[in-house]
């Protein structure tokens, strides 16, 4: 089945060939010389194209420009990070790859395509080009393979309507969020779901969040809001 390593083991997917063929099972550690992927992630959502604003609707003809943020296990590669991509289409998903931007950023992009189409299309070639078949009307639900991260969603709407903007945005991180903008101010002020201010620590790009519960807050940047959803 499509993506069928990603639901079993490689002892069930070895026993599922026949013939001559040399067979490799899956590595449960690190092996020395192969680049791995990070441990930890901050930061992940859809952007637009200058991996600045965040994004949560798009129309034909529009790119997923994905963004995950995170540490780095090998200081000399760039390693990369799978993302799963489901719609009604592909309740299964495709999955795409992000490719660290240096050998230790710690910042991994990638785009995926949505293709508009009656039903369900080749899976295998979507897959291969990063693409994922979506509905007139649909929504995309994204998140990183390998971490305790809830699903972003991203709006597909039918083409006369074409990309719908937003005043609030949405990213999911942990206790620390790597921003794709600066904030001048040394103390940033965001508000929980109550509307009550909750001080954090800014350094450049970095919101220190650790004092916060898990939940739902609002940071406040250029006119419009930002959402943040802190898991643990």
């Known amino acids: 089945e499509n993506n069928y390593w990603f639901y079993t ?62 540490d780095d296990s090998d200081l000399h590669m ?46 295998r070639t979507d897959d291969i080009f990063q693409r994922i078949g979506v509905n007139t009307s649909d929504t995309m639900f994204i998140r990183p393979l390998f971490f305790s991260f809830p699903e972003i969603a991203v709006v597909y709407n039918a083409p006369r309507m074409g990309v719908r903007k937003k005043d609030t945005y949405t990213v999911v991180c942990g206790d620390v969020l790597k921003l794709p903008f600066t904030i001048k101010n040394r103390n940033a002020v965001i508000y929980d779901v109550a509307g009550r201010e909750r001080r954090v620590g800014v350094r ?21 809001s930002l959402k943040i959803v802190k898991v643990k």
């Open 9 to 70: 083991d490689s002892s069930s997917i070895q026993s599922l060939i026949y013939g001559p063929a040399d067979f490799i099972p899956f590595a449960d550690d690190f092996i020395s010389g192969l680049p791995s992927g990070p441990s930890y992630c901050s930061s992940f959502g859809n952007y637009y194209s200058d991996y600045t604003t965040p994004c949560d609707s798009v129309g034909q003809g529009d790119t997923l420009y994905l963004l995950f943020s995170g």
């Open 78 to 123: 760039r390693e990369v990070v799978p993302v799963l991509i489901r719609s009604s289409c592909y309740p299964g998903g495709v999955v795409v790859t992000l490719l660290e931007t240096d050998t230790s950023s710690g910042v991994y992009k990638g785009t995926a395509v949505p293709v508009e189409r009656a039903g369900q299309g080749n899976i």
């Open 204 to 224: 450049e790009r970095t919101l220190n969040l650790t004092g916060l519960p898990s939940g739902i807050y609002f940071l406040k940047y250029g006119g419009k």
